[in-house]
């Protein structure tokens, strides 16, 4: 499957952005989808995912109750909907695909099969 995930741009604190990450060439309701994000000189570090059926969701700590994923099988896209932002938000964000299953640890960014290319959120103060 490929990934592309758009959405990202310059935004004041506090403010929100929509990211989205659309699928191609696959069965996109067969596949967890997961978000991450690379803040500039840090890790590539977790910070949201939904089952292949949307009924379960994870967030990292630090974006729990401002982030929200969420995905529509019949558009084949996954979104972020990020609220609240803050200046340590800003990183490029990637979207990635692993078929049926969530990696365990969640933090694992290793059991992700399928990436798409990042996109940067900038949130300024």
């Known amino acids: 499957v490929q990934l592309q995930a758009c959405g990202g741009g310059l935004v004041q604190t506090g403010g929100s952005l929509r990211l989205s990450c659309a699928a191609a060439g696959g069965t996109f309701s067969r596949y967890t989808v997961g978000w991450s994000r690379q803040a500039p000189g840090k890790e590539r570090e977790f910070v949201a995912a939904?089952?292949?059926?949307?009924?379960?969701?994870y967030y990292a700590d630090s974006v729990k109750d401002r982030f929200t994923v969420s995905r529509d099988n019949a558009e084949n896209t996954a979104y972020l909907q990020m609220n609240s932002l803050k200046a340590e938000d800003t990183a490029v964000y990637y979207c990635?695909?692993?078929?049926?299953?969530?990696?365990?640890?969640?933090?694992?960014?290793?059991?992700?099969?399928?990436w798409g290319q990042g996109t940067l959120v900038t949130v300024s103060s």
């Open positions: 990635a695909a692993k078929y049926l299953r969530i990696p365990r640890p969640i933090e694992n960014l290793k059991g992700w099969d399928y």
């Open positions: 939904i089952t292949n059926s949307g009924g379960s969701t």
